[in-house]
């Protein structure tokens, strides 16, 4: 559950809990309270309003006129109300009313009116006001309320620390503490909120910089190695010419061609470690536009069908994409993917004649494109390591056939920045296949449905 849900709903709990607590308390303590205090002021009461209904029985032999006397003095001395009925009529015979007005009121209580021959002469009903003027029911439920809320609290203290707190600054530990050449264990969680994904993107960011800082040693012993072959070739024959003084020109211009091509050779790989940084820098400003991805794909196997024609090879191509399909792309950094495929599998197939197959078809929510060839193909343990820099499956191959290593790991970066994905696998033929996807545009996929 992430945490733009959990937190208002943990929130509402606690305001849920708080409510229902206090609700209890109220309920089965304060009103409790407030009753039996109620009842007990209403016991001390009863004597007091029996005497004066005995007190207008008697006063009932002198007239009517005693009795409202009575009745108003009683009722203002203790601000209460009086009401005298007749005993079969029901009829109101007199009242007086002195309650003050607010608060609460115990309700009517009704006492018989017996004159001095025990005769029923009248129906007496008092009222008054419930005098709660014990304010520890209020004290207590304030600290009630406050107890609760203190609680509240410190448990959401807790539940945060665990939810964010801790895992932030567990996190924040790892980031002072990351060092490229002792990389640690990766975070592991199993958390599915926002900081489960925080903790799995900080472990995949851990895997690029080490993989980035693996890569750059790694660019440097290779740059270093394919330049000290040709080097010490070049300083061989020199020092060859200069211990030789009385060398024939013949064998002086042989030597001399020799220091030549590995110079020319020098140049080629310093050229293509360019053309590498170059697209590198490319990469990170390239623009991309909306493309119908069906002629583009269509140009690309004219072009390669006569290229390979004249080099020998074959080319056998099937396209299942429709022709609407559009897809956001840099046609120039994709031709460079195929460019880079063709030219590996045609540098490293070891065949007179090749033959090299290619197709496109559209899979779930993107293109995709497979390139087989028949030739020698490359083991399973070192196909996922094929688009590495530098990586070439065997070190003598490279010497002979030339090559950085560099052009799949170019071709993997630029599909990556277009959003799709490129591996390796054994062809059926034998021989090595790379397959990539480019994703198609949103609206594309709209209207194929």
């Not at 002198?62 to 029901?90: C, N, T, V, W």
């Not at 964010?164 to 264990?185: C, G, S, V, W």
Request: with cysteine; glycine share 6%.
């Amino acid at each position: 559950m992430k945490l733009k849900v959990k937190i208002p709903l943990i929130f509402l709990s606690m305001s849920l809990t708080i409510f229902l607590l206090l609700f209890l308390f109220v309920h089965l303590v304060v009103i409790d309270g407030v009753m039996e205090r109620a009842n007990k002021q209403m016991g001390e009461l009863e004597p007091q309003e029996r005497a004066i209904a005995a007190d207008i029985g008697s006063l009932s032999a002198k007239g009517e006129e005693d009795i409202a006397r009575f009745m108003e003095a009683k009722a203002s001395e203790h601000q209460i109300a009086l009401a005298l009925y007749e005993p079969q009529s029901q009829q109101v015979v007199y009242k007086a009313n002195h309650l003050q007005e607010g608060g609460r009121y115990m309700g009517p209580r009704t006492y018989p009116v017996w004159n001095n021959e025990e005769k029923l002469v009248g129906v007496l009903t008092v009222n008054r006001k419930l005098m709660m003027d014990d304010p520890r029911a209020i004290a207590v439920t304030m600290m009630v309320l406050v107890f609760i809320l203190v609680i509240d609290f410190i448990m959401l203290t807790f539940v945060f620390h665990g939810m964010i707190t801790y895992p932030l600054t567990r996190l924040n530990r790892r980031l002072d503490h990351f060092n490229l050449r002792h990389h640690r264990e990766p975070l592991v969680t199993t958390r599915c909120d926002e900081i489960g994904s925080l903790y799995r993107q900080f472990s995949k960011m851990e895997e690029r910089l080490v993989r980035s800082h693996r890569e750059q040693v790694d660019m440097i012993a290779a740059i270093a190695h394919d330049l000290k072959t040709p080097l010490t070739t070049i300083n061989g024959f020199i020092e060859l010419i200069l211990a030789h003084p009385d060398m024939t020109d013949e064998k002086k211009e042989e030597y001399i061609r020799l220091i030549g091509r590995k110079s020319y050779a020098i140049t080629d790989l310093v050229d293509e470690f360019s053309a590498y940084a170059k697209d590198e820098a490319t990469l990170q400003q390239m623009s991309m536009k909306s493309s119908l991805f069906h002629p583009f794909f269509s140009a690309l196997i004219r072009e390669y069908e006569v290229e390979l024609s004249g080099l020998g090879h074959e080319l056998i191509w099937e396209c299942q994409l429709p022709e609407q399909v559009r897809v956001q792309m840099n046609e120039a950094m994709l031709q460079r993917v195929f460019a880079n495929i063709f030219s590996n599998a045609v540098r490293y197939g070891q065949r007179e004649h090749l033959t090299i197959f290619i197709s496109g078809c559209v899979e779930k929510n993107g293109i995709r494109i497979r390139i087989e060839d028949d030739g020698v193909g490359v083991p399973e343990n070192d196909q996922s390591q094929l688009f590495q820099m530098f990586f070439t499956v065997d070190q003598s191959r490279q010497r002979e056939t030339g090559g950085t290593g560099l052009g799949l790991a170019s071709s993997r970066a630029i599909v990556e920045q277009h959003g799709g994905q490129i591996r390796a696998y054994t062809a059926s033929g034998g021989g090595l296949g790379i397959t990539f996807t480019l994703p198609i545009e949103k609206k594309e996929i709209h209207e194929d449905k």
